[in-house]
Antibody
Framework: EVQLVESGGGLVKPGRSLRLSCSTS????????LSWFRQAPGKGLEWLGF??????????EYAASVQGRFTISRDDSTSTAYLQMNSLKTEDTAVYHC????????WGRGTLVTVSS | DIEMTQTPLSLSVTPGQPASISCKSS???????????LYWYLQRPGQPPQLLIY???NRFSGVSDRFSGSASGTDFTLKISRVEAEDVGIYYC?????????FGQGTRLEF
């Protein structure tokens, strides 16, 4: 069974940083791209970015809204992906989901990030 | 960016009746491989999105055959042949042919 479990969310002040983790199982992590998405309260889905597999150089793509502030990385030895979020803004408040493949064939349940002073 | 426009934004249906959701992309989603990068997701209340349809008309593993997808150029349609209680939620279309990956606004289906 494919599973993705996000962790690391919480309450953080504007301007601070937070790192989210996405622990996975049930599929060949090393051969898969991993994506991050978010959903602000009461809003729709927003793609944030993805990281390709090692075979594709672990290259990354990002949405303009997070380019330069957020960084996606991966650790194939632990089947875990990460989302490093810097210079957080109040508008980054959302539930953050990781997904397998660029479009998210499978999604985790998400972790809530609240940015507030 | 490729804009994805869904209609309607809200849909009230009677159980057992059909339902249809449209999604229009601002550009072609046809890849040189011959595949069209259009996906449909359902987000049930309190749940993460789940993939229903990939590449326009392919049902994902475990998805009921009551769901079907079709396309005409840049116009895409998701049809539910007979709506059931478990189909309530928000439906999203999504394109992955070009970054940024973009979603439609979502269509809320309710009874």
């Amino acid at each position: 069974e494919v599973q993705l479990v996000e962790s690391g969310g919480g309450l953080v002040k504007p301007g601070r940083s937070l790192r989210l983790s996405c622990s996975t199982s049930g599929f060949n992590f090393g051969n898969s791209a991993l994506s991050w998405f978010r959903q602000a309260p009461g809003k729709g889905l927003e793609w944030l970015g993805f990281i390709r597999s090692k075979a594709y150089g672990e290259t990354t793509e990002y949405a303009a809204s997070v380019q330069g502030r957020f960084t996606i990385s991966r650790d194939d030895s632990t089947s875990t992906a990460y989302l490093q979020m810097n210079s957080l803004k109040t508008e980054d408040t959302a539930v953050y989901h990781c997904g397998r493949d660029p479009g998210g064939t499978y999604w985790g349940r998400g972790t809530l990030v609240t940015v507030s002073s | 960016d490729i804009e994805m426009t869904q209609t309607p934004l809200s849909l009230s249906v009677t159980p057992g009746q059909p339902a249809s959701i449209s999604c229009k992309s601002s550009e072609s989603l046809l890849h040189s491989s011959g595949k069209t990068h259009l996906y449909w997701y359902l987000q049930r209340p309190g749940q993460p999105p789940q993939l229903l349809i990939y590449e326009v008309f392919n049902r994902f593993s475990g998805v009921s055959d009551r769901f079907s997808g079709s396309a005409s150029g840049t116009d895409f349609t998701l049809k539910i042949s007979r709506v059931e209680a478990e189909d309530v939620g928000i439906y999203y279309c999504m394109q992955t042919i070009r970054v940024p990956i973009t979603f439609g606004q979502g269509t809320r289906l309710e009874f």
